[in-house]
């Protein structure tokens, strides 16, 4: 009986290496894509040795065409769960940041992840089972914050996964977004975004993101947000007018940028 497969992009550290690691656990193997060719085949040969799966490594940068239509070829050809982590955020006022990164953010933000889930779509469908977790973000909830580029793109995320949710209910596929707020990863420090003066209580445990994910995943939500915080947060913003959450986000950006 074939074992059932997961393509995680982004999964050379932080939520992707996570998802790795609690999939290798329940026995798929999986395909492994990004960037660090190194850091993919470190984690690869783990997961081989502590839970005896099959981990390929396909090192690609999704912002690449080429790279990406070779990790589009292989979703065509059939896996079981796809999670769409690989993303980016630029840090700074919209005027100040280099067009041609926020140019990359939107492509990998946003291009690759319809694109993947396209390629990954159809041989589910065929199957009629099948699972596609985009990662978006609390800040795809809150207009302002960090920037607007990174923010309109997860909301795009989450659009397109609520949109993609019931359009594959039918089929047996479940679609889902995951919406986190700040977690331990490397994803700040490569944003150049200063994390010191947050309060603790807003920070989650990656196991812990990954893990409320795949329960939510299996009990048929829409939308994961992990943690009470932010899903008190996610109540509030949703009932608050927008022209309020978007002032108080404003507020709130200028104050941290004055610390």
């Known amino acids: 009986m074939a074992r059932h497969v997961a393509l995680?992009?982004?999964?050379?550290s932080g939520i992707g290496a996570e998802f790795a690691r609690q999939l290798a656990a329940r026995g798929l193997d999986l395909v492994l894509v990004?960037?660090?060719?190194?850091?993919?085949?470190a984690l690869a040969a783990e997961l081989r040795e502590e839970h005896g799966v099959?981990?390929?490594?396909?090192?690609a940068d999704l912002v690449d065409d080429t790279q990406r239509r070779v990790v589009e070829q292989r979703l065509r050809a059939g896996v079981d769960f796809l999670v769409n982590n690989a993303g980016f955020g630029n840090h700074g006022d919209f005027v100040d940041l280099d067009i041609e990164a926020e140019d990359a953010e939107v492509r990998l933000n946003v291009l690759a992840v319809v694109r993947l889930t396209h390629a990954a779509l159809a041989p589910m469908i065929d199957r009629g089972k099948g699972a596609v977790v985009n990662v978006s973000s609390v800040a795809g909830l809150v207009p302002g914050?960090?920037?607007?580029?990174?923010g309109a793109s997860k909301a795009f995320v989450t659009s397109f996964s609520?949109?993609?949710h019931e359009q594959m209910r039918p089929h047996g596929v479940r679609v889902m977004a995951l919406c986190p707020g700040y977690t331990h990863t490397e994803f700040h420090?490569?944003?150049?975004?200063?994390?010191s003066s947050s309060p603790d209580l807003l920070w989650l445990d990656v196991e812990d993101v990954v893990r409320a994910a795949l329960k939510?995943?299996?009990a048929g939500r829409a939308v994961s947000v992990p943690g009470a915080v932010y899903k008190a947060i996610t109540v509030l913003t949703r009932l608050a007018p927008r022209s309020l959450a978007?002032?108080?986000?404003g507020r709130l950006r200028r104050g941290a940028m004055k610390v």
């Open 145 to 150: 914050l960090p920037n607007p580029t990174y």
């Open 54 to 59: 099959t981990a390929e490594v396909m090192p």
């Open 34 to 41: 990004a960037r660090d060719e190194a850091r993919l085949s």
């Open 162 to 164: 609520e949109s993609l």
């Open 216 to 218: 939510d995943l299996a």
């Open 189 to 195: 420090a490569r944003a150049g975004i200063d994390t």
């Open 8 to 12: 995680i992009t982004g999964a050379s």
């Open 246 to 249: 978007r002032r108080t986000a």
